[in-house]
C-alpha cells in the first residue's frame, strides 16, 4: 500500500466513528542507521472509548500517538480520526494532547493556560463545525474542570507554584476544556510519584465517566492500564505490531473496593503473559 495520507485525499478505512490505523508502517532514517518503529499496525478505537496502550520501551508506542495526532505521518497505510485526516483533526482542533511534561506557559495563571488553545485560532471552531466526524459538545466551564481535578484554589497561581501533579492537571483540564473528539495522552503520569499518580487517575477517572471522550493512552503501568480503560492493546517490541487487543469487563464507575478485586487482577495477569511475548526482546515494564 502506497502513502495516502495528504490532507484531503480519500481515506479507505475512514469512519466517521473510529480512529482507524490502518496497515502503517514508519520508518526512521535510512541506511545502516534505518530504524522501523511500526510495521503493519492496525488498530480501532471507538468513538466513546478508553484505550490504553502499552508494550515494551521503544515499541513505537508513541510514534503511534504521533501519527494519530498528525505530527508524524507514515511510510505506508493509513490513518483517520473520526473520517478525516490526522493534519485535518488537528487543524480543527479535534485532537488534544497530552504530553509526558505538561508544557504551561510560564507567564500565564493555571485559568490562563486553560482557556488559552480555546482563545487562540478561532478558525479551527468553524473548520470542525465542518467535519462529518465531530461531535458537538455542551462547553464545560474551565473553573468547573480545575475544581473537579482539584484545583478551585490555584486557578490565579502560575506554573512555577505548582507541583508536578498540580501541573499535569492543569494539561488535563487544558485538554479536556477544548473539547476535543479524541484526546491522547502520552505516559502523562510517568513523571510522577505513586501516591500523586494514584490521586489523578482517580479524578482522571470520575471526569472521563461524566464526559466519555475519546482517549488514546500510553503508559508502562500494567495496573494504571486496567484501571482506567475499556481497552488495553499490548504492542510487540520493535518492530511495534499489535500484540493482542484486550476488552477490561470490568464495570464503571471504577472505585477503590472494585480495584482491588480478583477480576482487576485476573486482568493484570493475562496482560503480563502477553507482554511476556512481546518482551522477547525488550526491558522490562513496570
Ligand atoms: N524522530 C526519530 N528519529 C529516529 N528514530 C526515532 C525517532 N522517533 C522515534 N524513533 C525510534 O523509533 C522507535 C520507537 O520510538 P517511540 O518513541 O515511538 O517508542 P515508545 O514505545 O514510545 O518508547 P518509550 O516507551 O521508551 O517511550 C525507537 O527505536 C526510537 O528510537
Redesign the pocket.
Known amino acids: 500500500m502506497t502513502n495516502t495520507h495528504s490532507a484531503g485525499a480519500s481515506l479507505e478505512y475512514a469512519s466517521p466513528d473510529e480512529i482507524v490505523v490502518s496497515d502503517a508502517l514508519k520508518v526512521?532514517?535510512s541506511g545502516a542507521g534505518e530504524?522501523t518503529?511500526l510495521s503493519h499496525v492496525d488498530l480501532t478505537v471507538k468513538r466513546g472509548q478508553f484505550v490504553s496502550v502499552i508494550?515494551p520501551?521503544?515499541?513505537?508506542?508513541?510514534?503511534m500517538l504521533r501519527m494519530i495526532a498528525g505530527l508524524e505521518q507514515p511510510d505506508s497505510g493509513e490513518v483517520s480520526v473520526f473520517g478525516a485526516h490526522p493534519d485535518e483533526a488537528c487543524a480543527a482542533k479535534m485532537i488534544g494532547f497530552v504530553p509526558q511534561v505538561p508544557a504551561l506557559l510560564p507567564w500565564l495563571s493555571v485559568l490562563g493556560n486553560v482557556t488559552i488553545p480555546s482563545k487562540v485560532n478561532r478558525r479551527a471552531d468553524a473548520l470542525r463545525r465542518t467535519l462529518p466526524g465531530h461531535v458537538a459538545r455542551p462547553a464545560t466551564d474551565p473553573r468547573v474542570l480545575l475544581t473537579k481535578l482539584g484545583l478551585g484554589d490555584a486557578i490565579d497561581r502560575l506554573p512555577h507554584q505548582l507541583s508536578g501533579g498540580m501541573q499535569q492537571r492543569v494539561a488535563i483540564a487544558r485538554a479536556f476544556s477544548i473539547q476535543a473528539d479524541v484526546l491522547l495522552m502520552d505516559?502523562p503520569f510517568s513523571a510522577l510519584d505513586e501516591f500523586t499518580r494514584e490521586a489523578i487517575q482517580v479524578q482522571l477517572l470520575e471526569l472521563w465517566e461524566q464526559m466519555r471522550t475519546t482517549v488514546v493512552f500510553?503508559t508502562?503501568s500494567v495496573s494504571e492500564a486496567v484501571v482506567l480503560s475499556d481497552v488495553v492493546v499490548v504492542m510487540s517490541a520493535?518492530p511495534?505490531r499489535i500484540e493482542a487487543v484486550i476488552p477490561i469487563d470490568l464495570p464503571r464507575p471504577r472505585r477503590q473496593g472494585l480495584l482491588e478485586a480478583a477480576a482487576m487482577h485476573e486482568y493484570e495477569d493475562l496482560i503480563r503473559e502477553k507482554l511476556q511475548t512481546a518482551w522477547a526482546s525488550g526491558p522490562v515494564v513496570r
Do not use: I, L, Q, W
Not at 57 to 63: A, D, H, M, P
Open positions: 526512521y532514517g530504524v518503529a508494550g520501551s521503544g515499541c513505537g508506542k508513541s510514534t505516559e500510553v508502562h520493535r511495534g
